[in-house]
């Protein structure tokens, strides 16, 4: 499943989008797509650094996790 391996390449760190595409062999609009849904599903984030743009896991934050079966 592509979306698996788009999550896979994050893994060992922050990528772009460009560096995520290389490394699962996808086209770069599929694998923004594909970031774009794990991010209204709150599993990515991103963040810019020196005029790029850099996605990585979600990290848990305590307090949500706290509130989420409320």
């Not at 594909?34 to 990585?56: A, C, D, I, P, T």
Request: net charge positive; no cysteine.
């Amino acid at each position: 499943m592509k979306n698996v391996r788009v999550m896979k390449a994050l893994e060992d760190g922050p990528k772009t989008i460009e560096e995520i595409a290389e490394i699962t062999k996808l086209p770069k609009m599929e694998v923004r797509r594909y970031l774009l849904r794990f991010l209204e599903q709150g599993k990515v984030e991103s963040y810019q650094k020196n005029g790029k743009l850099f996605w990585k896991i979600k990290e848990k934050d305590e307090k949500e996790e706290e509130f989420k079966y409320v």
